[in-house]
C-alpha cells in the first residue's frame, strides 16, 4: 500500500500499480483528479505536443505505454476500470467530464471522513488515480471542436456514454 495525500488534507492507503517490471521503477500513485483540475493544461497544450509530457505532477518512469494519450469519454465502473489499468502502465490518460454533473463514480461512496463531496470518494480515487481531468459543456459547439482538437493529438478515444451519444455530439 501506499499513502495518497488528497486535496482536503486527509492521507488515504491506496494499493501501488499491480504492473512491475525489474528493470522499471514503479510508479508513484497521484490521487483521483480534482474535478476540471488540468482544464487549462489540456486546453493550452501546443498542436505538436504529442511526444511531450503533461504535466510534470505526473511522474514517468519508461513504462510500457510512455507517450501514449487516451482520450476518456467514460462514465460509471467499465471505462474508468481500464483507462486506470493504462494510468498504471504509463499511458497518460485525459477525462473530459462535465463541470455540472462529472462523472457518476464521483459520487459512489465511500467518502473521506465519511462526508459526501465533489472530489471525495475513495472508490472514484482508486479508479482515476493518475488520471488527468478536463471540464467541458460538451453540449455547446465550441467544446466539441476542442474536444476534436484533443483527440487529434490523441492516440486512443474510449467511450461508454449512452447509445448514440458520440454520434449525437458529431464526435
Sequence with gaps: LQTVSLESGMNIKMPRSPIR???YKGRTLAPGPNLGQH??????MPDAHKNTQLPDSIPRNCLPMDGIRIVDLGHSAAVPFATQWMA???AEVIRIESRKHGVSMRRWPPYADGV???NRSGL???FTN????????LTKPTAR???KEIITISDVVVENLATGAIENLGL
Design 145 to 147: 471542436e476542442l474536444v
Design 88 to 90: 498504471y502502465m504509463g
Design 116 to 118: 459526501p463531496g465533489e
Design 21 to 23: 517490471a525489474s528493470k
Design 39 to 44: 482544464t487549462y493544461e489540456i486546453l493550452t
Design 124 to 126: 472514484f480515487n482508486l
Design 130 to 137: 493518475n488520471n488527468l481531468s478536463c471540464t467541458l459543456n
